[in-house]
């Protein structure tokens, strides 16, 4: 499982009244950044669904957690991995309303770090910490900073039928282009998926997660439980598509504020050299809330180059 790099496409929910307005852009560069975060985005190859991930090549991962896709069996080692990317991206709907949509485009790049170790044959511990940076085109207003830091564990056991069960912290600041505040977020997340193989190069995988958060503002506070099914190929050494579905429930603090959450996205990954990747993704979002200020769809594709340094 790569920790959460980077969080943000963000959000400006309209809304008749100015008072309304001017509370829902306090907290939209939150739920746009959610959003981002839960993207397999161009800078995140693996199957990604808060938290849990595939491998990135044929043999393991370089920073994943939990079951993973394995081409080619090969002992995991302990790994320090630093990593960087650069990405632009379009939505058609960067304020995430259900009428008068805006589009725009967004430049990220982001930077991190992380060390995993095998503590036990089957039981593997990360410590991760990323920095990201997003500057938008029209809405330049909302750019924003993003830092973050993580720790878990996955554990894979045996006789469980194949199921990776994995917990994990993470810690996440996002500050506004004046260097104040916007969120501070405290989120521990517990899971499990399933990999079936369909040969050597293709796998389904299927999970499922549940997250509570500490959050502050309170208002941002939410917790989660989700699903997903994802479909990897690894057509050729170099080249690595998947797709995914995720469905998740959002429980926010104001008892009147319940999201669903759907999520299909589409993703390659085309290895250039041994350490540098470009990518290409495509996803389509849909919000239903009860809180009928909440509902969107959104379409967000982009592409970008990926550099990873192993040792």
């Excluded at 309304?20 to 693996?46: D, G, K």
């Excluded at 079951?67 to 320090?80: C, D, E, G, N, V």
């Excluded at 990201?132 to 720790?151: C, K, V």
Aim: contains cysteine.
């Amino acid at each position: 499982m790569r920790f959460r790099h980077a969080r943000g496409i963000f959000t400006v929910i309209m809304s008749a009244g100015l008072q309304c307005a001017h509370a829902q852009q306090a907290v939209s560069p939150i739920e746009q950044a959610r959003l981002f975060e839960e993207l397999p985005t161009s800078t995140n190859t693996e199957v990604h669904a808060n938290g849990m991930a595939l491998a990135n090549d044929d043999t393991t991962s370089d920073d994943s957690f939990g079951a993973q896709l394995i081409l080619k069996s090969q002992p995991r080692i302990p790994t320090f991995v630093v990593t960087g990317d650069a990405s632009v991206f379009y939505t058609n709907n960067v304020a995430l309303t259900r009428r008068d949509k805006i589009d725009d485009t967004f430049f990220v790049t982001n930077a991190g770090v992380s060390w995993t170790p095998l503590i036990a044959p089957r039981l593997e511990a990360q410590i991760a910490a990323h920095g990201s940076i997003f500057r938008y085109d029209s809405t330049s207003a909302l750019d924003f900073e993003n830092l973050g830091l993580g720790a878990g564990l996955s554990w894979n056991p045996d006789h469980f039928a194949g199921v990776g069960l994995f917990a994990h912290y993470d810690f996440t600041e996002l500050i506004d282009r004046h260097s104040e505040e916007i969120l501070r977020d405290h989120e521990f997340t517990i899971g499990a998926q399933k990999v079936f193989p369909l040969g050597r190069a293709h796998a389904f995988v299927a999970g499922a997660t549940v997250m509570a958060g500490v959050t502050e503002p309170e208002s941002a506070q939410r917790d989660q439980a989700g699903v997903f099914l994802a479909y990897r190929l690894q057509a050729t050494r170099s080249l690595g598509v998947e797709f995914l579905y995720r469905f998740a429930g959002y429980f926010y603090n104001d008892p009147g504020r319940i999201d669903r959450n759907q999520l299909f996205s589409a993703s390659v990954r085309y290895r250039l050299r041994e350490w540098a990747d470009i990518n290409a993704f495509f996803s389509f979002a849909d919000n239903c809330s009860d809180d009928s200020a909440f509902n969107y769809d959104a379409v967000a594709n982009g592409g970008g180059l990926s550099a990873t340094v192993r040792f």
